[in-house]
Structures are given as structure tokens and as C-alpha cells.
């Protein structure tokens, strides 16, 4: 046997054992027999039987993270809520109670499903909800805010909002407007002030 097929051999008893590296093998060699190796190696791998996906593995891995993150609220969330075995009217009756807004459950609800569906701006939600979100989800913040703006309002083309610029006098119709506008509380300063 040359020296050639024993490194093929070692190479394909390590890779059935685990993951095996072409590059410790090929280093082993040079010239001729360098090529012949590479040659080889890659007509196993392209034939060798794939190994089982393993869930657990994945889901453990920062790979699992990056996905989500590219796939965006709508996917992410529900997921999610559904790996911690919530219902959505149970998850919304937590998220109020860590944010200190109990009793204020629909208006959370309504934030909430605007985020599982892609339509509440990632950049309005503050750090405080998703925070509090990613204890009951199992998930950290950083993940939920990536997939917030990798797949919410923000790539659909809505940029965050310009800084308001003050009025220079109030018109008069204004105070009728401010009378019929609801005043916003806490809970809108949290799904969309951004604090």
C-alpha cells in the first residue's frame, strides 16, 4: 500500500469516526502525491453517505442564532413561542407582568402580534420588552432585535423616523387634534419609542 492510499484510508476511518480535515492529511504529503490525495479525497466525500441531521447539535450551535436572526420576527417568534409551549394569550399576560404593565394586556397583545407578523418596526421596540420577551422565549435580546431588523419593517424599506422637529407656534386646530388623538402611554413608549 503506498503511503498515498494509507493516508486515504486514515482520512476516511477519521471522517466515519467525526469530522476528519483534508488539510492534515494533505500536509502529509507534497508534489505528486499531494495532488493524488486531493484527487481522492474529494471523490470520497462527494460519494461518502451524508451524516443524520442532529437537531439538538444545531440548535445548540451559534448557527442556530444566525438563522433565526435571517429569518425575522414572523418565523422567528412563533417558533419560538411555540418551543416554550406558550400560548399567545399566555405569553402577552407574562410580557406584562415583566414589563410592569399589568392590566394593560390587549394593548400588549396588539404590539406583540404586530411583531409576529412583521409589521411593528424593529427599531421602535426597546431593549426593556425584548429583554423581558427573550426570558420567556429562551432567547437572548441580541437575537431578537437582529431578527427584528433583518426581516420587520426595516427590510421592507421603512426607515427609522426622523427626529421631530419642534413646531415654531401651535396652530389652533392642533389642540382639537391632540383632544381626539389618544394620549400615548408607557406601553406605546416601550413597542415604539425605542426606550
Do not use: C, N, Q
Not at 439538538?56 to 444566525?66: E, L, T
Not at 410580557?95 to 402580534?113: I, N, P, Q, S, T
Amino acid at each position: 500500500m503506498t503511503d498515498v492510499d494509507a493516508l486515504l484510508a486514515e482520512f476516511i476511518a477519521a471522517d466515519r469516526a467525526g469530522v476528519a480535515d483534508p488539510a492534515t492529511y494533505l500536509a502529509r504529503v507534497s508534489g505528486v502525491d499531494r495532488l493524488e490525495l486531493e484527487a481522492l479525497i474529494d471523490g470520497y466525500l462527494a460519494r461518502a453517505p451524508r451524516r443524520a441531521f442532529d437537531g439538538a447539535a444545531f440548535a445548540a450551535s451559534p448557527a442556530a442564532g444566525v438563522v433565526a436572526a435571517l429569518e425575522g420576527w414572523p418565523a422567528l417568534l412563533p417558533r419560538l413561542r411555540e418551543r416554550a409551549r406558550l400560548h399567545p394569550a399566555e405569553l402577552v399576560a407574562r410580557l406584562a407582568a415583566e414589563l410592569g404593565v399589568g392590566g394593560r394586556e390587549a394593548k400588549v397583545g396588539a404590539y406583540y402580534d404586530r411583531m409576529e407578523r412583521g409589521t411593528l418596526p424593529a427599531f421602535g421596540v426597546s431593549d426593556r420588552v425584548l429583554e423581558a420577551l427573550g426570558r420567556i422565549v429562551g432567547e437572548s435580546a441580541a437575537v431578537l432585535r437582529a431578527a427584528g431588523m433583518s426581516g420587520g419593517a426595516l427590510a421592507a424599506g421603512v426607515a427609522p423616523p426622523a427626529p421631530a422637529l419642534a413646531p415654531r407656534r401651535a396652530a389652533p386646530a392642533a389642540a382639537e387634534f391632540a383632544a381626539a388623538v389618544p394620549e400615548r402611554d408607557e406601553v406605546d413608549a416601550l413597542f415604539t419609542g425605542g426606550i
